[in-house]
C-alpha cells in the first residue's frame, strides 16, 4: 500500500451531554477539500526547494499592511506598557507566530484586509494552537463548538478543525469579513468577533435611542471587549517599532514555513512523524487537528511539514515497503460495555479504551465509531461516510438490580423485607465525560490576561496557559 500524493501544495491561498450521563461527539462534518484552491507543483518534474518565494523580511510587509488607526487611548497606552514590561512573554508568542504568520498575511493581503487581522491569534491565543478557553473555545483563533459548526469546521472522533491551521483562518477571515461588512468598521468587527454580533447590534440601538454615538468607543460593553481592540492596537505599536519598546523580533523571512501534503492513503501519525524527521512536537504544533493516532485519506486531510522536511518525507515514503496505517474504525452495533465490545471485535479492553479515551465505567452506545488496531483481514483505508460522520457516545450503565430476599414458604402472614440498592462495588469509577484522546489538547487555557501574567514561564507552560482574549469567535454570529 502506498501513500499517494494528489499534489505537494504551498499552503497559501491565492484566493481569498456529559452531566447527564450521555457525551457525544457528533458534529456534521463538511464536504470538499482545501487543497483545489492552492498552488500544485508536478512530482515528477518539480522539486519542493524550487519553488521558494523571495526572502525579504515579512515584518516589512506586516507593516506596509497596515490599515487601521492608532486609538491612543489611554486603555492602548496601557497595554503597549504591559507587553513592553514583558519581553520574555511577547519573544516567546512571536517566536511560536513564525510557523503561521507567512501563511496568515498571504490570506489576509488575498482579502485585501488589514494587516493588523494577521495579528489578532496573538491576542486570541498567543499563537498556541492546542489553546482552549474555560469557555471550550480552541485554536488559533480560538472556536467555540457552534461557531465553529456554522463555518463548517468538521469536529468529529478524528478531527477538530477548529485547531487546523488552514481551515480555522479561513473560517475566521470570512467571519471577520461578513462582521465589517455588518458594522462597517474593523473596530466594531473585532468587537462582534470577541462579544457576538448580537450584542453588539443591541448596543448600538441602546445607543441611538438615548441619541449618542455608535461607534467602538461609545458603546457600553463588557472589560473584555472593551480592552479587545486595545489589546490588537498594542501589539500593533510593538510590530510598527519594536526597538522603541525594549523588544526584538525574530527574524520572519517572507517565503512559507510549511508545505501542505495531500493524503493519499491512511498512514499512522507516528510513521509520518518518523518519515518527516521532525521531533513530534513540531508535528503536532502544525497539525493540532488530528484527534486519533491515524490520519484518513477518505477525509481530505493534508499534512503540513515544514518547507525542508517535505522533501525528506517524500524521499523516505519512496523507500518505505510497509504497511502505512496500523488503525482501523468500526462501528458499535449494540449499547455495550468496553470489555464486551472487545471480545466482539478480538481486541484487548485496555487497547480499546486507550486509543478512544472512553473512562472506566462508561458504556460504548450502539451506532458509536471506535478506533480499533488492524487484526486478521481488516485492511484498507477508513471509508468517506465513517470518516466525515463519525461519533462516539458513551453513557453510564444502568444501576444494578437490588438483591432482595423472599419472603420464607409456608410461613403465613410473613412481611416483605426492605432493601437497598446494591452498591457499586469500590473501584468501579462512574465518569459521565469523556476525557480528550490528547492530554496537552484538552488543556484549558485561561482569558489573555491571566495568560500573559504567566508571562514568566518557559514556551511549554506557556502553552498550557491563555491568552488575554482567548474566547475570540466565542459567539454565534
Known amino acids: 500500500m502506498r501513500l499517494i500524493f494528489a499534489a505537494i501544495a504551498f499552503a497559501v491561498f491565492l484566493s481569498g451531554c456529559a452531566s447527564t450521563g450521555v457525551w457525544s461527539s457528533d458534529t456534521p462534518a463538511k464536504t ?31 507593516r506596509d499592511g497596515f490599515q487601521m488607526e492608532p486609538m491612543n487611548t489611554p486603555l492602548e497606552i496601557e497595554q503597549v506598557r504591559w507587553l513592553s514590561a514583558r519581553p520574555d512573554y511577547v519573544n516567546r508568542s512571536m517566536t511560536r ?24 491569534p496573538f491576542v486570541e491565543s498567543a499563537f498556541v494552537t492546542h489553546a482552549k478557553s474555560s469557555a471550550k473555545a480552541v485554536g488559533l483563533w480560538q472556536f467555540m463548538p457552534a461557531t465553529g459548526k456554522d463555518f463548517q469546521l468538521t469536529q468529529n472522533v478524528f478531527r477538530d478543525e477548529r485547531r487546523d491551521v488552514l481551515q480555522s483562518t479561513d473560517a475566521a477571515l470570512d467571519y471577520l469579513q461578513r462582521l465589517y461588512n455588518q458594522f462597517g468598521s474593523w473596530e466594531l468587527a473585532l468587537a462582534a468577533y470577541n462579544w457576538g454580533a448580537g450584542n453588539v447590534a443591541k448596543a448600538q440601538k441602546r445607543n441611538l435611542a438615548a441619541g449618542l454615538p455608535t461607534d467602538y468607543e461609545s458603546l457600553n460593553m463588557p472589560r473584555e471587549t472593551r480592552m479587545y481592540v486595545p489589546k490588537l492596537m498594542a501589539y500593533r505599536q510593538i510590530v510598527l517599532d519594536p526597538s522603541a519598546y ?36 513540531e508535528f503536532h504544533s502544525l497539525n493540532p ?56 471485535l478480538g481486541v484487548s479492553p485496555e487497547a480499546l479504551r486507550q486509543v478512544n479515551a ?72 462512574t465518569v459521565a465525560k469523556a476525557k480528550s484522546p490528547q492530554k496537552n489538547a484538552a488543556s484549558q487555557h485561561k482569558s489573555a490576561s491571566t495568560g500573559l501574567a504567566k508571562s514568566a514561564k518557559n514556551v511549554t507552560s506557556a502553552s498550557s496557559s491563555g491568552n488575554p482574549s482567548a474566547k475570540g469567535a466565542s459567539k454565534n454570529p
Open 289 to 344: 487537528s488530528f484527534n486519533k493516532p491515524v490520519i484518513l485519506s477518505n477525509a481530505n486531510q493534508q499534512i503540513l511539514l515544514p518547507f525542508g522536511h517535505a522533501e525528506i518525507f517524500q524521499e523516505n515514503l519512496k523507500k518505505y515497503t510497509k504497511p502505512l496505517s496500523s488503525w482501523t474504525a468500526v462501528r458499535i452495533s449494540k449499547t455495550e460495555s468496553v470489555d464486551q465490545a472487545a471480545k466482539t
Open 358 to 429: 472512553i473512562p472506566s465505567g462508561m458504556r460504548i452506545k450502539a451506532g458509536s465509531t471506535v478506533i480499533i488496531p488492524k487484526v486478521g483481514n481488516r485492511s484498507g483505508d477508513v471509508s468517506s461516510a465513517m470518516a466525515d460522520n463519525a461519533s462516539l457516545s458513551l453513557v453510564k450503565p444502568p444501576p444494578p438490580t437490588p438483591n432482595c430476599p423472599k419472603p420464607a414458604k409456608g410461613v403465613k402472614n410473613a412481611k416483605a423485607v426492605k432493601c437497598a440498592p446494591v452498591k457499586p462495588n469500590k473501584g468501579v469509577e
Open 97 to 120: 507566530s513564525s510557523r503561521y504568520l507567512f501563511y496568515i498575511v498571504q490570506e489576509v493581503n488575498a482579502r485585501n484586509m488589514p494587516t493588523e487581522i494577521a495579528l489578532l
Open 32 to 62: 470538499g477539500s482545501k487543497a483545489s484552491k492552492a498552488t500544485s507543483v508536478n512530482l515528477k518534474n518539480q522539486s519542493v526547494s524550487k519553488v521558494y518565494a523571495p526572502s525579504d523580511n515579512l515584518w516589512i510587509r506586516i
Open 246 to 281: 525594549g523588544i526584538v523580533l525574530p527574524e520572519l523571512e517572507n517565503h512559507p514555513y510549511f508545505v501542505a501534503l495531500d493524503v493519499g492513503n491512511d498512514i499512522d501519525v507516528a510513521l509520518a512523524i518518523k518519515l518527516a524527521e521532525i521531533p513530534e512536537d
